[in-house]
């Protein structure tokens, strides 16, 4: 074999959600893919559910899967396993076996997407799953609750085909354990499945009964908790407690529980059916292969990634992606594949794509042929924030040849990055941060532009134009595709005596200080961290997501230096999911003290002669308050959008209710705003942690090299277009558009839509009062018509 | 612009029920953007008489038409034609059109498909509030751009009533009061002190009580020979 | 003499509905023969106008599938879609025809047969209703 690199070949193994992604990501930017999947269909676990949350993608699976079998760049590989894999970076030779024939490939890079199998609990014995049918996991749930399914949607308890009145779920099961679970770590998705599995049963039959019992809810995702909230108002029941043992009700195929409720008090309930919601393994075979391989595995045996590169393995030219990489769900594993791909493109270099048509069941069904223009491609990036998400996008597509320019508000780079000691894990972010900015301010294809805004935006997808304007001059960029990374601001406390009494901290603050002086907290006797300070109560009801891991990790580091210290977290939710449970524990067994507060026993803060604080916090356990003097407090206060109201109007990209940039109506895409070739990433988009958003930042890059790798993007088919003669200018297409597209220029007087931009949904069409405008393909002649003929025939 | 609404469709077909032809003709101005009647109305207005009338066993042929301005000479009589071979217009137009057609063929009978209701603008997409009254005399300036004629139910000129209520007037709740906005936007203007100032009672003589109220410009009439 | 069979028209939305359309069919569903299938881009597009004409060109019933509540693809096509319904269901109250011959529904792909539970149903609405009466 020759050592020649092998460029524009890639091995996925796995043809789940994540596997797909990266193929057809992969592919569109030009490389040509392996896709190997073991079993006989892709599409991994999702066609098994019965709808997703916190909005529901099955519409989008089956699309997916056929876009992947159709793409001229994707060799689709079914019923078929690795064998063997020699070589190295940048040309590995597999052997690859099917159903009757053993296949020989090469590849340039390794994508491991093989995804996770839920956990089986026939050897929890004291759940008596293997004994009593009417105990089912969540996965047989939704089997049983899918309209496709052996009952056709209805729910029936297996043991006598009845319909169940009273449901329940034992979270964490297989999660959080390593008595019977052997992992401790939080399996990240099943309190929302749980959830959505409870609400579909809520909706779809109001009168079942349906109680969850958990132990943290982790609703900590975008979206999670207004879910939560609307399933609580539904009537699902939340009941905090382990439940030890599930019982037969003698007589009958009833269950009975048996659990300790808040107050310690022992109570009974039966069941007509219990639900195990199992949790995530990393899939067998795939940690087979990545043994075989040479990848390391971390402590629950998913695949290892490198400190601050969320999709590299151990092993150069080896990448990971989806549920492998560690528990995650939907759509963090299309963001993580979108992830590996612009790794890959940086590590294997550019490609050249030609055109592609839009793919469109539209076109199908359209009243006339559609055509479509041919438009150069603008092979240039413009990234909006200099923070982690931006750089990483920018530098991943430097690293390819496209240049990018990077406009950051501030005098420099970093972001919030700049204000932040060490991740969850305890990576060191001032070295990474400093080796970033270095790498992005040398690159000769990125111009950055400190101190500036971007003042005017127009084009669309392959050909936007920009104006950068700083307080000395204005230029103008033109570029293919934009990036918004323009992250979030960090709230001041109004509580707790923050700015009132200088040893109450903000948490931003107090981690700026851990960096320049840690002395100054590793010195104290007591410290007290509080949790949600201005997260999910009133206005704000979402979560802010980094806090419990922050909180835990300075907890350690605290202890870690001075094991004398006494430590206090007071917190409503310990939401340490995934591998963050590891760290949860270790904190405990540092003797870490957490207690739990609720929204109408909130901890109370005073301060005492001498400025000497007090805090009093109703233990939950005890059921008795607890008066703490600490040294000091840490407040974990609520990570809020940055007003990006006038930046989310030039890019027409959606708001969500907390400020927060929305992702494309399309589904499963994640990353995608509303506005093609647009990209989101990190904190615009909500609150997350520092390799989130370095995914995030990767996967933009990802998303973004399916358009900077063409030579044309195709403009126009299904569009909407304004008869100039007829058109008052009245302003309602303005109004109704959903993606801000038509504009009535003052001096024009009349509305122009741009079809590089129109999305061709016709919702304009059917109020314009003045009948000003069609769509190509469904006139109201052409729609009347088909009725006619319809009614007629 | 000129707000108005369609009439019911019932009240619609009773007034044109006993004619076999009838063109239905829309104004693409002030009515098009209020829509109310411009060329998507027409066309549901036309469908929905075309039914009704269907229904009573009547087969009458209703044609439609959308002009840019009924209340133009030159537009109303490019439907020449159109008219004469119909037995009735229905206009669905502000009363300012109706009116043009009738005028412009007399031999025509026309019928109004709108109620023309007010002088305002949309507050929100699909909201529209009244916001003049066309007194002739307009006296907004010491109103801080606000007309207490129009916006006060009572057309109080020398402050606010007694029933002003959260900001709201007493008539309806989902009114603002008047003189609440007129306050707070000189308060705004630092201008608070013209409140102060008595105004005698206003001439209407602008108003319409003198008659059918015109207005002839020497430096632009011109009289068309056509 | 016979049942009477309505004649509907469906405008159906490319997403979530033809998706149950899809699943209906491998579910081995069948779709009443008397309903009609007009698809759309989006329910956005479908327009009052359309749906009086159906009904003055002799159809029985009219009926919108669009996606579930918040899965729009354009954001909230089915919402304007629903709103011009409510237009026409008291325009065709005020005609006489009887607003309840229209209708909108909501479906997501998810929920399998429901597209041809809901063309069951308003199949049922309409055979109760009798022939339009711009038929008789």
Redesign the interface.
């Known amino acids: 074999m020759s050592n020649e690199k092998i460029v524009g070949s890639v091995m996925v193994v796995g043809g789940g959600i994540a596997g797909m992604q990266a193929a057809l990501d992969l592919a569109n930017a030009g490389y040509s893919v392996y896709l190997v999947e073991k079993s006989s269909s892709i599409g991994g676990m999702i066609p098994q559910l019965h709808r997703t949350y916190p909005i529901c993608i099955c519409c989008k699976i089956d699309s997916r899967g056929v876009e992947c079998l159709s793409n001229p760049n994707i060799k689709v590989l079914l019923d078929s396993e690795v064998i063997e894999v020699n070589g190295e970076s940048g040309n590995f030779q597999a052997v690859v076996r099917d159903k009757d024939r053993t296949i020989n490939l090469n590849a340039g890079a390794i994508v491991l997407s093989a995804g996770f199998e839920p956990f089986d609990p026939s050897g929890y014995d004291t759940y008596a799953y293997a004994q009593f049918p009417n105990i089912v996991t969540s996965v047989e749930l939704e089997a049983l609750q899918k309209p496709t399914g052996t009952n056709q949607g209805i729910l029936r308890r297996p043991s006598d085909n009845k319909e169940p009145e009273k449901i329940a779920w034992l979270q964490c099961v297989g999660s959080r354990d390593i008595n019977q679970g052997d992992t401790g770590a939080c399996s990240t998705v099943c309190c929302m499945y749980a959830l959505k599995e409870a609400l579909n049963i809520k909706d779809a039959r109001p009168r079942i009964e349906v109680s969850i019992f958990y132990m943290d809810l982790r609703a900590h995702g975008k979206g999670f908790e207004n879910y939560t909230n609307q399933a609580l108002a539904k009537g699902v029941r939340l009941i905090r407690s382990r439940v030890h043992t599930i019982d037969p009700v003698p007589g009958s195929d009833d269950l009975r529980i048996q659990y300790g409720d808040e107050h310690g008090h022992l109570q009974t309930e039966s069941y007509d059916m219990v639900v195990l919601s199992v949790g995530l393994k990393p899939a067998r075979d795939a940690v087979a292969l990545a043994e075989k391989l040479g990848v390391n595995l971390d402590t629950n045996h998913f695949v290892q990634t490198r400190p601050f590169e969320p999709t590299t393995t151990s092993v150069p030219g080896i990448f990971v992606c989806g549920a492998l990489n560690g528990p995650m769900d939907i759509s963090n594993a299309v963001t993580n594949a979108s992830a590996v791909v612009s790794q890959i493109g940086a590590y294997l270099g550019p490609t050249a794509s030609p055109s592609k048509a839009k793919p469109s069941e539209i076109l199908n069904i359209s009243a006339e042929p559609i055509n479509f223009m041919d438009v150069p491609v603008k092979k240039q990036a413009l990234v909006v924030g200099g923070g982690v998400a931006g750089m990483e996008s920018a530098l991943t597509l430097a690293k390819q040849g496209y240049p990018v320019t990077i406009v950051e508000k501030n005098n420099q780079l970093g972001g919030h990055a700049l204000f932040v000691s060490k991740t969850w894990q305890g990576y060191c972010v001032p070295d990474y941060l400093m080796r970033l900015i270095n790498e992005v301010s040398n690159h000769p294809k990125i111009e950055i532009h400190l101190e500036s805004e971007i003042v005017k935006n127009s084009g669309y997808v392959g050909n936007f134009k920009s104006a950068i304007r700083n307080s000395q001059s204005a230029i103008t960029v033109e570029h293919g595709v934009t990036i918004l990374a323009t992250g979030a601001e960090i709230t001041k406390p109004t509580e707790y005596l923050y700015g009132q009494n200088p040893n109450v901290w903000n948490w931003s603050d107090f981690d700026e200080q851990m960096i320049n002086d840690p002395g100054v907290f590793e010195q104290a006797k007591t410290a007290v961290f509080i949790q949600c300070v201005g997260s999910r109560e009133n206005e704000r009801q979402y979560c802010s997501k980094l806090c419990c891991s922050f909180a835990v990790r300075k907890a350690i580091d605290l202890k870690t230096k001075n094991p004398e210290m006494n430590i206090y977290v007071l917190y409503r939710e310990m939401r340490t999911y995934g591998d963050r449970e590891d760290i949860y524990k270790q904190a405990r067994l540092l003797g870490v003290m957490f207690i739990r507060y609720t929204l109408e026993n909130k901890p109370e803060v005073c301060e005492k002669d001498e400025g000497i604080l007090g805090v009093t916090i109703h233990d939950h356990v005890l059921d008795l308050p607890v008066i703490i003097e600490p040294d000091f407090i840490c407040l974990q206060s609520a990570i809020v959008s940055q007003g990006s109201e006038k930046l989310a109007k030039l890019f027409k990209v959606a708001l969500d209710k907390d400020g927060f940039f929305v992702e494309s109506p399309a589904k499963l895409k994640p990353i995608d705003a509303m506005t093609e070739g647009v990209f989101l990433a990190g904190m615009d988009l909500s609150p997350k942690s520092i390799e989130e958003s370095i995914a995030q930042g990767q996967a933009a890059a990802g998303r973004a090299m399916g358009i900077l790798s063409r030579s044309t993007i195709q403009v126009g088919g299904v569009v909407a277009k304004v008869d100039e003669e007829k058109c008052v200018g009245c302003l309602t297409c303005v109004r109704m558009c959903p993606f801000q597209v038509p504009i009535v220029d003052p001096n024009q007087r009349v509305a122009s839509i741009e079809p590089g931009l129109c999305r061709g949904c016709g919702i304009c069409v059917s109020e314009c009062p003045g009948k000003a405008i069609s769509v190509v393909g469904f006139s109201d002649q052409q729609l009347i018509a088909r009725t006619e003929s319809l009614l007629y025939s | 612009m000129i707000i108005a609404e369609q009439k019911p469709i019932q009240e619609i077909k009773a007034m044109i029920a006993s004619y076999q032809k009838i063109l239905v003709v829309g104004c693409g101005t002030c009515v098009t953007v209020c829509m109310a009647g411009g060329e998507k109305e027409v066309g549901i207005i036309a469908t929905s008489l075309r039914m009704a009338l269907r229904l009573d066993g009547k087969k009458p042929e209703i044609t439609e038409d959308c002009i840019q301005r009924q209340c133009e000479w030159e537009f109303v009589d490019a439907l020449k034609d159109r008219i004469s071979k119909v037995d009735a217009i229905l206009s669905s137009a502000c009363g300012v059109g109706v009116q043009a057609l009738a005028e412009r063929f007399p031999d025509k009978p026309v019928y109004p498909a709108l109620n023309t209701t007010f002088m305002g603008m949309p507050e929100k997409h699909g909201l529209w509030i009244e916001t003049c009254r066309g007194c002739g005399s307009c006296e907004l300036g010491r109103f801080g751009g606000i007309c207490p004629i129009a916006r006060c139910s009572k057309g109080l000129l020398n402050g606010p009533c007694g029933g002003s209520q959260d900001g709201k007037c007493e008539v309806s709740k989902e009114m603002d009061c008047g003189w609440q906005l007129i306050y707070g936007r000189l308060k705004t203007l630092n201008q608070l002190d013209q409140v102060e100032e008595i105004l005698p009672p206003k001439d209407w003589s602008t108003d319409r009580d003198k008659g059918q109220r015109r207005i002839l410009r020497e430096d632009v009439y011109y009289e068309q020979t056509v | 003499m016979a049942e009477f069979e309505p004649?509907l028209?469906a405008f159906c939305c490319?997403?979530?509905p033809?998706?149950s359309v899809?699943?209906c069919e491998?579910?081995g569903m069948s779709i009443p023969t008397n309903v009609?299938v007009?698809?759309?881009?989006?329910t956005?597009?479908?327009?009052?106008?359309?749906l009086?004409?159906?009904?003055?060109?002799?159809?029985d019933g009219v009926y919108v599938a669009g996606c579930?509540d918040?899965?729009?693809?354009?954001?909230?096509?089915n919402v304007?879609a629903n709103r011009?319904i409510e237009r026409v269901k008291k325009?065709l109250d005020?005609?006489?025809?009887g607003g309840q011959r229209v209708e909108m529904y909501r479906m997501?792909?998810?929920?399998?047969?429901?597209f041809a539970e809901v063309a069951r149903e308003m199949t049922e609405r309409v055979r109760g209703l009798g022939p339009s009466?711009?038929r008789r």
């Open positions: 004649k028209i490319i997403n979530c033809s998706s899809t699943v491998s579910m009609e007009v698809r759309v881009p989006c956005g597009r479908v327009d009052i106008l359309h009086l004409k159906a009904i003055e060109s002799g159809a579930s918040g899965n729009c693809q354009f954001t909230d096509g304007k011009r325009l005020e005609i006489g025809v997501s792909a998810a929920m399998g047969p429901r009466p711009l």
